[in-house]
């Protein structure tokens, strides 16, 4: 019964590929986000969805694109990867944009 | 501009003795203020949050943190570490009416045996 779920955990891909990470939270939270955090370890926000509807993007490229079906889940697209997309993105989920949990990360891998 | 800095890219201490991971925020209203922590290879764990209730805030694992405003500070301290206390420390403030948590730049701590 894990609270934010994220899948996959690893990521290897070449560039130029497409790929997604999906997120599900059972919290019934409102509001759900991404997180890339860099091999530096800094942690920022890329997008935020409230009620299925996008609240913050964070000057992302548009090769990324979240899509929220419905409030549980809140997945990642990812276009024509690039070797800087390498990084590990976490999920996260909160009631009113209160505290957060977060998902275990998934690693993507640019190679 | 509203943010959180955390004074020490890496702490060392000896198990046993005290920890003290240093953050400073700057925000012009009373903020929202938490400690997470990521040990290797996993996810963040929330260890306490302010949320102007109490200034002295427990947290799990014997972590605590205080609130102090005319220091613009939220110190997370441990009387004594373990070693099983060794990750990345990150402390963090939600931007009022945007939703977002922002996030300091980490804190590695290591615990020397």
């Known amino acids: 019964d894990t609270a934010v779920s994220q899948t996959p955990k690893y990521l290897v891909t070449q560039m130029g590929n497409d790929k997604s990470i999906k997120c599900e939270q059972n919290?019934?939270?409102?509001?759900m986000y991404w997180y890339k955090q860099d091999s530096k370890k800094f942690l920022k926000i890329m997008f935020s969805y409230n009620n299925k509807e996008l609240i913050i993007n964070e000057t992302v490229p548009n090769r990324f694109s979240p899509k929220s079906p419905d409030k549980a889940h809140l997945n990642l697209h990812i276009n024509s990867l690039e070797l800087g997309d390498s990084a590990v993105y976490f999920c996260a989920s909160s009631h009113q944009g209160l505290q957060a949990f977060f998902g275990q990360g998934t690693r993507l891998t640019v190679v | 501009a509203q943010s959180v800095t955390q004074l020490d890219s890496h702490v060392s201490v000896s198990e046993g003795t005290p920890v003290l991971l240093r953050c400073n925020y700057s925000s012009s209203y009373s903020p929202s203020l938490f400690w997470y922590v990521q040990h290797p290879n996993k996810g963040l764990q929330l260890l306490l949050k302010?949320?102007?209730?109490?200034?002295l805030v427990k947290g799990i694992n014997g972590f605590e943190a205080e609130f102090k405003k005319s220091e613009t500070s939220f110190h997370l301290t441990k009387p004594s570490a373990h070693m099983s206390d060794a990750a990345e420390y990150f402390c963090a403030f939600i931007i009022q009416g945007a939703q977002k948590l922002v996030f300091g730049q980490g804190t590695r701590l290591t615990i020397n045996p």
């Open positions: 302010y949320t102007s209730a109490a200034t």
């Open positions: 919290l019934g939270h409102d509001t």
